[in-house]
């Protein structure tokens, strides 16, 4: 396995856990599934329905997303929201995340 390889692997590992945290704090408003692709993907999140939608689902089954069926329009969309349980976890992520960042900013870079 070459460099870009291990770098893709672990990029991706990274960035896991990130779209979580993303998604959470995303849907404090209502969103639906490709509404949510496309805004994660503007603001530097790669990631792709074949990921995103699992995870929505995942987080439904969790408790941490709510959803409901929009039929107002021709086609119907699922929408879904962060619940209390989810909000209360994109925040306590957040600052994890923000302990993280500023932990990372510490170690030295050479290697």
Not at 27 to 39: I, K, Q, S, V
Not at 41 to 52: E, I, K, M, V, Y
């Amino acid at each position: 396995m070459g460099p870009e390889e291990t770098y893709d692997i672990h990029l991706q590992e990274l960035r896991r856990g990130t779209v979580v945290l993303a998604c959470l704090r995303l849907l404090a408003e209502p969103g639906y599934g490709y509404g949510l692709l496309e805004a994660l993907q503007s603001r530097g999140f790669d990631t792709d329905a074949n990921t995103l939608y699992p995870l929505l689902r995942r987080l439904e089954k969790q408790g941490h997303l709510t959803s409901e069926w929009n039929t107002d329009e021709a086609r119907p969309r699922k929408f879904y929201r962060a619940s209390p349980s989810g909000a209360a976890l994109a925040a306590a992520m957040t600052t994890d995340f923000r302990s993280l960042a500023q932990a990372i900013e510490h170690l030295p870079e050479g290697a």
